[in-house]
Nanobody
Framework: QVRLVESGGGLVQTGGSLRLSCAAS????????MGWYRQAPGKQRDLVAS???????KYGESVKGRFTISRDNAENTVYLQMNSLKPEDTDVYYC??????????????WGQGSQVTVSS
C-alpha cells in the first residue's frame, strides 16, 4: 500500500513564496514520475509541474520562471517551490505520483490537496 502526505500550503501575500512537499511511503518499487496539479472549484485539474527521469521537468505556462519542482529520491519526496505568487495562483494543489509496486503493478496516486491562497 502506498500513501502520500502533502504539506506546506497556506496564506501568503502577493509576491510572497511558499513551498509544498509531498512524501510517498509504503511498498514502493520505483517512482517514475511525480508532479503537482491545481484545481479551482468547478474547473478542471491542470498541470503545474512534473518531474521524471524520462521527461525531465515540465511546467505549466503560467508558472514558468516562478515555480521550481524538485525531488529527493532517497526520501521519495517531491517539492514545489513557488515564488512571486499572484492572486491567480490561488487554488487547491494536488500531488500526483506514478510508479511501480514490487509486483510490477503500476500505480497512480493523488495527494489529499493543499490549499494555497494568495491575497492581493
Amino acid at each position: 500500500q502506498v500513501r502520500l502526505v502533502e504539506s506546506g500550503g497556506g496564506l501568503v501575500q502577493t509576491g510572497g513564496s511558499l513551498r509544498l512537499s509531498c512524501a510517498a511511503s509504503g511498498n514502493i518499487f520505483r517512482l517514475n514520475a511525480m508532479g503537482w496539479y491545481r484545481q479551482a472549484p468547478g474547473k478542471q485539474r491542470d498541470l503545474v509541474a512534473s518531474i521524471s527521469d524520462r521527461d525531465g521537468t515540465k511546467y505549466g505556462e503560467s508558472v514558468k520562471g516562478r515555480f521550481t519542482i524538485s525531488r529527493d529520491n532517497a526520501e521519495n519526496t517531491v517539492y514545489l517551490q513557488m515564488n512571486s505568487l499572484k492572486p491567480e495562483d490561488t487554488d487547491v494543489y494536488y500531488c500526483n505520483v506514478r510508479g511501480l509496486l514490487p509486483t510490477s503493478v503500476p500505480f497512480t496516486l493523488w495527494g489529499q490537496g493543499s490549499q494555497v491562497t494568495v491575497s492581493s
